[in-house]
């Protein structure tokens, strides 16, 4: 029940919601006539019941068909109860002259306003005939006599109620003419708008034209663009579609879009685009056609379904983009990440690639399988167990972490080497040699990724190893032998460049250290006698320009006393055709002494043995020409035996100088045991 006295939205049901407003003030009307019957006529409790039970029953029967929503079934009853309800009851309350006439014209004015002028002239009409005819009752005598007697108040009290009626109705008579007016400016308003509006959009779709032709034109330039019906049968292209297909329009419209299928695509790669066609939702893919002199072109393709006004496809159109270069490329790019993968998988070389800022790694399958994992190729979030730090030898990990963070830190464009020992899965130990780069954009700013390779070189570290084994051994050999051992490159303007020198056994070499000597080679002459130092830069100047051998012999200061050397060495080309010369210098001053003493021996036997042998040479002609008696060959004799003598004598100090000189002597030679006694050098 209390649904029915909901007030209706008056913006959305106007007619509704006079309805409702209307049969509560005709209640409320309706009580008060009652409450003032009560008080001045008491004895007509009887009368007053009925008509307050009746305009009850008239306000729940009008409020409920308002509810259920025939508000204008519920105007026509409203109004014909309400005038039944006030004409009637006029008879026996005194006739035409009632005060309920003018509850009459409140009725007339209620129908006028809930079923229009037509509604409230036909009321009216009504009650004009209705009260004549209450009129022609009462002056033929015809009419009951009257129940209710009025006295002056009463009368003027039962007057108010419907004036007061009345003029709540003409409140909203001119309070709904106000509102109509409002609405109708607003309409006006509207109208305008609209009509400005209109205008505006004729000018905007005359100026969208003009933008669609050139929409339209810069498409036509720059896209591959085709028209076709809902068959799939084309009814335009333009110039660049028929470039690219090799077709005319002529050859093209009216035809099927099979006349250009390449057979490339199997027929499912189609049911995506089918799907997409039937649903009227755009569609984008590539294709691979078929020219008209068979060659194959790609286009990336955009396909749109235009809908009419039911939403069905009445046509569709392609955007076509030329994708062919693209395609060559992204094959020539996958045979060549094809041959690189061969080359990383027959080589002993796995490949990674690491974003310092999402701290994501990629690693190669050849990564894993060198540390005898296997493992797929790909992006690994979870490498704890597998990355390059958690297995690094421990002896290794700090420096090698320390070089990589340096490398990442800085910014400079060098390629990154390190080289560290990782665990096998066997638990052996790996030498890896690392190499990355960072990448660079457009601009040529190093981006946060790196790429990079891991190779397995424990075998040529093995290699190098036993190398450097041997180069220790042949150092502690070469440190035996009393002279220097070199290897050295000479240089242009005669500076030898010394790969390699050893001190030997001798106390009498150079005294400069040896990393001294190996950065610069000016160093060992500082022992050089100063008139020999000129010497040692001719002869490799020379030797620079002939690539010849080297042999000559200087001069050195040992604690102030001066000692010969003799340096010699022999070249030989390198694997890049440098001349290298491998050599040695050794202590002779011995040997020079010992010449010298040959020397010196040779020049007093040339010199003191001349005199005494030119002596006997001369007695010993004088005998051998005969001629010569006892006396003078006793004379000649006596001649002849001061000079054996001194001869004798000569020979013996001679001797003792040649022992003395050989028991000082290092060459450990028995040169007696050499000496052929049957023949001689003067022979």
Known sequence: ???????????????????????????????????????????????????????????????????????????????????????????TAGGIFAPGILSQTAIILTAGFLLGRRGGLAIGLITIMADLALAWLDVKGLLPAAVVRHDPISRWISAIIPFGTVMVLQYYAIDNLRSGLTSMQREIVRRKQAETTKDETLRELSERKNELQDY??????????????????????????????????????????TILWSGVHPPEYFTELGNSMQAGKPYQGEFCNRAKDGSLYWVDSTVVPFLDDKGQVYQYISINRDITQKKEAEELLRASEERYKSIITVSNTGAWEYDHETQRVWYSAQYFAMLGYDEPEGVWEDTESLSWVSRL????????????????????????????????????????????????????????I???????????????????????????????????????????????????????????????????ISSNAKKFLEVWHPDDRALFTEKMKEAYRTGASISFQYRVIFNGVVRWRWLQAVPEKNKEGKVIWYGATRDVTDLVDYIASAEQILFDISHVLRRPVSSMLAITTLISEGGLDQDELLHFVRQLHPVALEMDKFMLELNQVYEQKRQINSLNVDFPSLVDKRNSLFK
């Open 216 to 257: 339209k034109y810069a498409l036509d330039i720059s896209a591959i663009v085709g028209i076709s019906d809902v068959d799939g049968n084309f009814t335009y292209v333009n110039e660049n579609f028929c470039k690219v297909s090799k077709y005319t329009a002529n050859e093209l419209v009216g035809q099927p879009h």
């Open 1 to 91: 029940m209390s649904s029915i006295f909901r007030i209706p939205d008056k913006e959305k049901n106007y007619q509704s919601y006079m309805v409702f407003a209307l049969t509560i003030i005709w209640s409320l009307a309706a009580g008060l006539v009652v409450i003032i019957g009560f008080f001045y006529f008491p004895s007509l409790w009887s009368r007053w019941l009925i008509l307050l039970s009746t305009a009850i029953i008239i306000a729940i029967a009008n409020l409920t068909l308002n509810y259920f929503g025939y508000p204008r079934t519920a105007s026509w009853s409203l109004c014909t109860m309400l005038w039944l309800y006030i004409t009637l009851p006029c008879i």
């Open 393 to 448: 030898h421990p002896e290794d990990r700090e420096r090698a972490v320390g070089i990589f963070d340096d490398f990442l830190q800085g910014n400079a464009t060098d390629i990154y080497e390190n080289f560290f020992r990782m665990r096998h899965q066997n638990g052996s130990w790996v030498w890896i040699l690392s190499r990355a780069k960072r990448l660079q954009d457009k601009d040529g700013a190093l981006t946060n």
């Open 450 to 516: 790196c790429l990079g390779t891991h190779t397995d070189i424990t075998e040529r570290v093995k290699a190098e190893d036993k190398i450097r084994e041997t180069e220790h051994l042949v150092k502690k050999i070469t440190s035996q032998v009393p002279g220097n051992t070199y290897m050295f490159e000479i240089e242009e303007n005669g500076i030898p460049n010394i790969l390699f020198v050893n001190r030997g056994s001798e106390e009498f070499n150079f005294a400069a250290d040896l990393k001294d």
